[in-house]
């Protein structure tokens, strides 16, 4: 599960509201062991959701760092390249 949370920090164009709770859904998920929780706890998993949705980006936009920016699609063809040579075609 949590091995799909893409790091967010220093990238051009910065990370998006959709990135930022793709990951911390998926860090709920990992956390609470479920994909989909019961009828009792659907409202608390997604407050969890938007709580950690919300530090997330406040933690985004106070980092700092002197290394350049890097670019999404780079970084995904970088990504593809290794999963290639990984597990082949």
């Known amino acids: 599960m949590c091995r799909n949370i893409r790091p967010l920090f220093n990238f051009e164009p ?3 509201e959709e990135e ?3 990951a911390a859904l998926q860090y709920v998920r990992k ?3 479920t ?3 019961s009828g009792k706890n659907i409202a608390c998993f997604e407050r ?3 709580d950690i949705a919300a530090i997330t980006r406040q933690l985004v936009e106070s ?3 002197t290394a350049p920016p890097k670019n999404k699609e780079v970084e995904a063809a970088k990504a ?3 999963n290639l040579r990984r597990f082949g075609s």
Do not use: K, N, Y
Request: avoid cysteine; charge should be positive; charged fraction near 30%.
């Open 20 to 22: 930022i709770r793709a």
């Open 63 to 65: 980092l700092e760092t």
């Open 80 to 82: 593809r390249a290794r």
């Open 14 to 16: 910065p990370a998006t």
């Open 48 to 50: 969890a959701v938007d």
């Open 35 to 37: 994909r989909s929780p």
């Open 31 to 33: 956390v609470s062991g």
